[in-house]
C-alpha cells in the first residue's frame, strides 16, 4: 500500500515539473495521431493503392502519368504523417517520462530511428515520375525497360517498407509497456500494442526468411498490426489519457 501511495506520488511530482498533467498532455498526442491517422491513411490506402498493378509494369507506369498530381500528393502525404510521428514520439516521451525515463527513452529513440528509414525509403517513389519524365532516359532505354525499371522501384519501396516496419513494431514494445505500467490507460491497450508489435515483426521477417511463405502470413500479420494498435489510437484521440487518482 505505501509502495502504490510513494508511487501516486512519483507520478504526480513528475508530472508537476513538466508543468502539465498526463490528460492534458495527451491532448497533444491528440491532435498529433488524428494528422498521423489522416495523412497515412490517405498516402497509403487512398494514393498509393490506386496506382500499383502487381505484376503489370505498363499498367502501373499508365497509372502514375495518368494521375501523376495525386500520386504526388500520396508521396507527399506519406511524409507528412511521418513528420507527425517525430511529434508524436515526443509527446509520448513526455507523457510517459515520470512512468520510466529509461523505457521513455527507448521509445523515442526508435521514432527517431524508423522515421529517417520511412523518408529515405519514399525516394523509389519518385523513380517512375524521373524515368518517364526524362527525355535522355527515353532517347536511352526502350519504353518497356523504363516501365521495368519504374516496377523495380516500387518493389524497392515495398522492401524498403519491410525494413521499416521492424522500428514500426519495435516501438511498440517500450509503449506497450508503458501504457501497462503508468495507469494512464486500461491495461487491455498495453497487451494490445505487444500483440501489434509482434505482428509488424513476424510480417518482415517471414517476408526476408521465408518469402515461400509471406503471402500466407502477411494478412495475418497485418490484421495483427492493426488491430492492436488502432485502439490505443482511438483511445488516445478520442479518451485520451486519465490522471492518477
Known amino acids: 500500500m505505501g509502495w502504490a501511495q510513494g508511487r501516486v506520488r512519483g507520478l504526480a ?77 515526443l509527446v509520448l516521451y513526455r507523457l510517459f517520462k515520470p512512468v520510466n525515463k529509461d523505457r521513455a527513452r527507448t521509445l523515442l529513440a526508435l521514432v527517431i530511428a524508423m522515421v529517417p528509414i520511412a523518408f529515405l525509403n519514399m525516394l523509389n517513389k519518385f523513380v517512375p515520375l524521373i ?68 505482428g509488424y515483426l513476424a510480417d518482415s521477417f517471414v517476408a526476408f526468411t521465408l518469402p515461400a511463405f509471406s503471402g500466407t502470413i502477411a494478412p495475418i500479420a497485418h490484421a495483427l498490426a492493426a488491430l492492436g494498435e488502432m485502439p490505443f489510437a482511438l483511445w488516445m484521440i478520442f479518451r485520451g489519457a486519465k490522471d492518477p487518482a
Open 13 to 89: 511530482m513528475g508530472n508537476e515539473m513538466n508543468g502539465s498533467s498526463p490528460h492534458q498532455t495527451a491532448q497533444a498526442a491528440r491532435v498529433w495521431y488524428v494528422l498521423l491517422t489522416a495523412f497515412s491513411v490517405f498516402g497509403i490506402l487512398v494514393a498509393d493503392a490506386r496506382f500499383y498493378v502487381p505484376g503489370d509494369a505498363a499498367a502501373t507506369v499508365a497509372r502514375i502519368l495518368a494521375e501523376e498530381g495525386l500520386y504526388r500528393l500520396g508521396i507527399a502525404s506519406v511524409l507528412a504523417g511521418q513528420a507527425c510521428q517525430i511529434f508524436l514520439g
Open 131 to 198: 524515368l518517364m519524365g526524362n527525355s535522355a532516359f527515353a532517347q536511352a532505354f526502350d519504353p518497356s525497360q523504363l516501365q521495368a525499371l519504374s516496377m523495380l522501384s516500387l518493389e524497392l519501396q515495398k522492401v524498403g517498407t519491410l525494413v521499416a516496419g521492424v522500428f514500426w513494431g519495435l516501438w511498440l514494445i517500450p509503449l506497450g509497456l508503458l501504457v501497462l505500467k503508468s495507469g494512464y490507460f486500461p491495461r487491455i491497450l498495453g497487451v494490445l500494442l505487444l500483440v501489434a508489435c509482434a
